[in-house]
């Protein structure tokens, strides 16, 4: 027992060292490598912690060359301009002056629902109070909103129609049925629902409209029995 925890102290100290050296950043903020660098140091502290007939040296000395990794990937990453966006890669602008890129969201494995529950942790509920918004190289979401974005965020906007398909959850606590949706598409131009990328609707009647690869607009409605919430 006594060898066990005198193993785990030696660990505990090499490890608080190693990651002392590695810099102050918080797990939100790492790189991809980074963040797989830390994992495999706490998955290697834990073999010789566990097991008592492996050589605490072993796991001292896979940390250690853990470490010296990590030291070549970070020089490489700062002095190697085309090697920064492989290692680390490169932020993702997902809403631009055109409205959402479809095609970003893509390829960082996200959809119309992640972008703005992003948009709504940085407090921001319009999609039309935004300019442009990005995803850091980190994950980190960042957004530029519009000089008076204030004004366009009255009323909660719900998500009617995601990705060409209608939310009815939404629908429902809209208390709005998809005829309704369906006749304001069409007098907008738009045959197929399944064109439609987002279409959201807030309690004054405000609708924000996107057709997949086209220009992002908004409109003013009224709706049945002049409801709003």
Request: hydrophobic share 40%; proline share 3%.
């Amino acid at each position: 027992m006594t060898l066990v925890i005198i193993r785990t102290a030696i660990i505990y100290v090499t490890l608080l060292i190693i990651m002392r050296l590695m810099g102050k950043r918080q797990i939100g903020e790492m790189q991809p490598f980074e963040l797989v660098i830390t994992l495999l140091i706490a998955e290697l502290a834990c073999i010789p912690m566990a097991d008592a007939s492996i050589p605490l040296l072993y796991g001292i000395i896979a940390v250690v060359t853990i470490y010296v990794l990590h030291e070549i990937v970070t020089l490489l990453d700062l002095k190697v301009k085309p090697l920064k966006s492989l290692i680390s890669g490169k932020p993702s602008l997902v809403i631009n002056k055109n409205g959402i890129d479809d095609y970003q969201l893509k390829k960082n494995n996200l959809d119309v629902s992640d972008l703005i529950e992003s948009l709504r942790s940085a407090g921001y509920f319009s999609l039309d109070s935004i300019d442009y918004a990005l995803y850091e190289s980190n994950g980190k979401f960042s957004a530029l909103p519009k000089e008076d974005y204030e004004e366009t965020q009255t009323s909660l906007p719900l998500v009617i129609v995601d990705n060409g398909k209608y939310d009815r959850k939404n629908l429902q606590i809209a208390g709005l049925g998809a005829d309704f949706f369906d006749k304001l598409l069409k007098k907008e131009g738009v045959k197929k629902l399944k064109k439609v990328l987002v279409l959201t609707a807030d309690g004054t009647g405000k609708i924000y409209l996107q057709v997949k690869g086209e220009k992002y607009r908004t409109l003013k409605t009224e709706y049945p029995g002049g409801k709003t919430w």
